[in-house]
């Protein structure tokens, strides 16, 4: 009976763990400052993500898709952000690399943590 109990006492704690980091990560708000279009080098976008949760991400992973003013998906851009703690705000410098002198806007898409 006591296996029992502590496999169950387990199981629920590796749930809740999962769940708590899930809900976490949907508390990290990104925001786009200034966006620098240098043509045929690239488009850099800086911004900053606030982790509002209690949890700490060791890696995240910003992502930008980037648009013609035809509204085609020409790429991304993208930045690591190797410590983003909770609590914390960090700046970013998104980048894609490429011909950029096609790309009319890039809106934020979503941050992949870890």
């Known amino acids: 009976m006591k296996k029992l109990i ?3 006492l387990l199981l629920s704690l590796t ?3 999962n ?3 899930e809900e976490a990560s949907k508390l990290i ?3 786009t400052i200034q966006t620098i279009n240098n043509g ?3 488009y850099k976008i800086n911004g900053s993500c606030t982790n509002n949760s209690k949890t700490d991400f060791e890696n995240a992973e910003v992502i930008y898709e980037c648009y ?3 509204n085609n998906n020409l790429g991304t851009a993208v930045d690591f952000i190797e410590d983003l703690s ?3 705000t960090v700046e970013f410098e ?3 690399f490429g011909d950029a002198s096609n790309i009319k806007e890039c809106k934020f898409s979503e941050i992949y943590t870890s």
């Open 6 to 8: 502590c496999i169950m």
């Open 29 to 31: 708000k990104c925001t």
């Open 15 to 17: 749930a809740c763990k």
């Open 40 to 42: 045929e080098y690239g």
């Open 86 to 88: 909770a609590r914390k």
């Open 94 to 96: 998104a980048t894609f």
């Open 68 to 70: 013609d003013n035809n």
């Open 19 to 21: 769940e708590t980091l």
